[in-house]
């Protein structure tokens, strides 16, 4: 398999099982020491801010949370992922109770990989509108 092709897997693998599963054994072996994410407030733009919203506020709000991967396009060191992360609000999200309504976050990140681990993340995603969307509920 060549380095493109092995950049991507490693892009699934995370978001199946680190977002979709929360398994900190995964996050551990695919994040790199000096990871960044360029796209989080300073104060939570390292490993710990990123495994925090996976596993202490996504997957409390959605126990049935998946990762549906639309597209990947890889170049040099960076995946580009346009995914949605899907499931039932059956838990609070940041202060909203739970609604019980099907959700999806339509995201689209740009991952930079070195050595097989992430090192640095760019994303965009629609959290907010849905927040908005499950505040009106």
């Excluded at 092995?6 to 892009?11: C, D, F, P």
């Excluded at 801010?49 to 409390?60: H, Q, R, Y």
């Excluded at 039932?88 to 999806?104: E, F, R, W």
Aim: hydrophobic share 40%; charged share 25%.
């Amino acid at each position: 398999m060549d380095t493109l092709e092995n950049n991507k897997e490693i892009v699934k693998l995370f978001n199946k099982k680190v977002i979709q599963e929360c398994d900190l054994d995964t996050f551990n072996s695919l994040m790199d020491k000096d990871f960044i994410n360029r796209t989080a407030p300073a104060h939570a733009n390292g490993p710990d801010g990123m495994w925090n919203t996976f596993n202490n506020i996504l997957k409390p709000a959605f126990a049935d949370l998946t990762v549906e991967i639309y597209d990947q396009i890889a170049e040099n060191d960076k995946v580009t992922t346009r995914k949605a992360i899907i499931g039932t609000h059956t838990g609070v999200l940041m202060g909203i109770q739970p609604t019980n309504k099907k959700i999806k976050i339509d995201v689209i990140d740009i991952v930079r990989l070195q050595n097989g681990k992430y090192i640095e993340h760019w994303g965009i995603n629609t959290l907010q509108t849905v927040m908005a969307e499950l505040q009106q509920a």
